[in-house]
């Protein structure tokens, strides 16, 4: 496709149980970023993958958050045993390069619900 | 580590009034400054951004921004506002030589009435 896509645009989920969120970025964008936007928080930083580099997990709230990215390019974010507090929109974003003056192209996120 | 300050949460305005939204950040040395609009129901997308040169750059929609070294700030400008301006607007910092991570502020939620 021509942008960034998420799967799925919303999960709702119960309290305790695992989630898979999936992100596909642009074709030959090398770097690919995670990011969760709380209400009223802005987007808060989780995970980035540059090209065959170790992943920067700095951002990761919790070790029941972790991500990989397969072959370069489709991207899966879990969460295991979640939480109320991680519900929140989860957005990906893809860049061709990763450099710091480049602009992110993003998808339209994955609304999370934990009841 | 770098961080932004959008002070202004929420702005509501009428058609043709002017708009400036404020950004500043902390980092000492070189960033590259970025702002990004998410209209209602679409995707994060970028509306200008500011890496070397001219520091009052333009971009999309009448949309410019002036870069101030001396007060670390990155305001959003447009003199003449349009209901179809109402977004989520963020701002976002990229340090040059940094972790290639861009920061981004909490966001301001503009409503333009018509």
């Known amino acids: 496709g021509a942008g960034v896509s998420q799967s799925p645009s919303n999960k709702v989920t119960e309290k305790g149980k695992d989630v898979e969120l999936r992100c596909d970025p642009i074709?030959?964008?090398?770097?690919l970023y995670w990011y969760r936007q709380s209400l009223g928080q802005g987007l808060e930083f989780l995970i980035y993958?540059?090209?065959?580099?170790?992943?920067?997990k700095s951002g990761l709230p919790s070790d029941r958050f972790s991500a990989e990215r397969t072959g370069g390019s489709v991207s899966t974010l879990t969460i295991q045993r979640t939480q109320q507090e991680d519900s929140a929109v989860y957005l990906c974003?893809?860049?061709?390069?990763?450099?710091?003056?480049?602009?992110?192209?993003f998808g339209s996120g994955t609304q999370l619900s934990v009841l | 580590a770098q961080s932004v300050s959008q002070h202004n949460h929420h702005v509501i305005l009428s058609e043709a009034a002017s708009l400036e939204l404020g950004c500043n950040y902390s980092?000492?040395?070189?960033?590259?400054l970025f702002w990004y609009v998410q209209y209602p129901g679409q995707h994060l997308q970028l509306l200008l951004k500011?890496?070397?040169?001219?520091?009052l750059v333009k971009g999309i929609k009448g949309f410019e921004a002036e870069f101030i070294k001396s007060k670390f700030s990155f305001n959003l400008r447009k003199p003449s506002v349009q209901w179809s301006d109402t977004a989520e607007y963020f701002c976002?910092?990229?340090?040059?030589?940094?972790?290639?991570?861009?920061?981004f502020g909490r966001g301001t939620s503009l409503i333009v009435h018509p």
């Open positions: 974003a893809s860049s061709l390069a990763g450099t710091t003056n480049e602009k992110l192209f």
């Open positions: 074709s030959g964008h090398t770097a």
């Open positions: 993958f540059q090209g065959n580099s170790a992943p920067d």
């Open positions: 980092y000492g040395g070189t960033v590259n």
């Open positions: 500011y890496f070397s040169g001219d520091p």
């Open positions: 976002a910092v990229n340090p040059s030589g940094g972790s290639y991570i861009p920061t």
